[in-house]
T-cell receptor
Framework: AQRVTQPEKLLSVFKGAPVELKCNYS??????LFWYVQYSRQRLQLLLR??SRESIKGFTADLNKGETSFHLKKPFAQEEDSAMYYC?????????????????FGQGTILTVHP | NAGVMQNPRHLVRRRGQEARLRCSPM?????VYWYRQLPEEGLKFMVY????????ESGMPKERFSAEFPKEGPSILRIQQVVRGDSAAYFC?????????????FGSGTQLSVL
């Protein structure tokens, strides 16, 4: 069965410092990976997905199949980045996975950016 | 568009009572997902429904839990004879089409507390 691990429950950095939120997964096929974010008193929302290879709010994430990782990175953290971040995995279609939103989430990492 | 609406936000039940959680998807969305988040854990998939159909209920406990998404009205997650272990945050998400994993919109969740 697939599994997503976020080893850091809490992560604190100062404004302007680089930040990396770790995500490791366990899955035998080719998964789709996502990062979701929940800001204070707001709903969980999609931040980015590896298929798009995009940068959102300065964040990037690269899928490393050799290390089975999908770490989220930002070179210069901002105070407004403080939030809960969840890494999520969806089974790839080629492995008999679904075409719909059945995701496996990590436990989440609370990022705090200090002024 | 008010987004995905869940009610109540907080629900307190005594052991043995029934809990009913409601989810109104975004306007125009016909796909609904329920996720559960136990304390200190990530969100876990429970069930995926389309109007009047349960598509995937592989994450639902075998007993006491049921879900529906009628032709008219909100989706309902029903927990009969609640136990303390059912205490959790229950999140609903909706999408406009089956394959739109990247466009899952989450509600604010219902926090169920069983006394």
């Amino acid at each position: 069965a697939q599994r997503v691990t976020q080893p850091e429950k809490l992560l604190s950095v100062f404004k302007g410092a680089p930040v990396e939120l770790k995500c490791n997964y366990s899955y035998s096929g080719s998964p789709e990976l996502f990062w979701y974010v929940q800001y204070s008193r707001q709903r969980l929302q999609l931040l980015l997905r590896h298929i798009s290879r995009e940068s959102i709010k300065g964040f990037t994430a690269d899928l490393n199949k050799g290390e089975t990782s999908f770490h989220l990175k930002k070179p210069f953290a901002q105070e407004e980045d403080s939030a809960m971040y969840y890494c999520a995995l969806k089974e790839g279609m080629g492995a008999g996975g679904t075409s719909y939103g059945k995701l496996t989430f990590g436990q989440g990492t609370i990022l705090t950016v200090h002024p | 568009n008010a987004g995905v609406m869940q009610n109540p936000r907080h629900l307190v039940r005594r052991r043995g009572q029934e809990a009913r959680l409601r989810c109104s998807p975004m306007k125009g969305h016909s796909h609904v997902y329920w996720y559960r988040q136990l304390p200190e854990e990530g969100l876990k998939f429970m069930v995926y429904l389309q109007k009047e159909n349960i598509i995937d209920e592989s994450g639902m406990p075998k007993e006491r839990f049921s879900a529906e998404f009628p032709k008219e009205g909100p989706s309902i997650l029903r927990i009969q004879q609640v136990v303390r272990g059912d205490s959790a945050a229950y999140f609903c998400a909706s999408s406009s089409r089956q394959g739109a994993v990247e466009k899952l919109f989450f509600g604010s969740g219902t926090q169920l507390s069983v006394l």
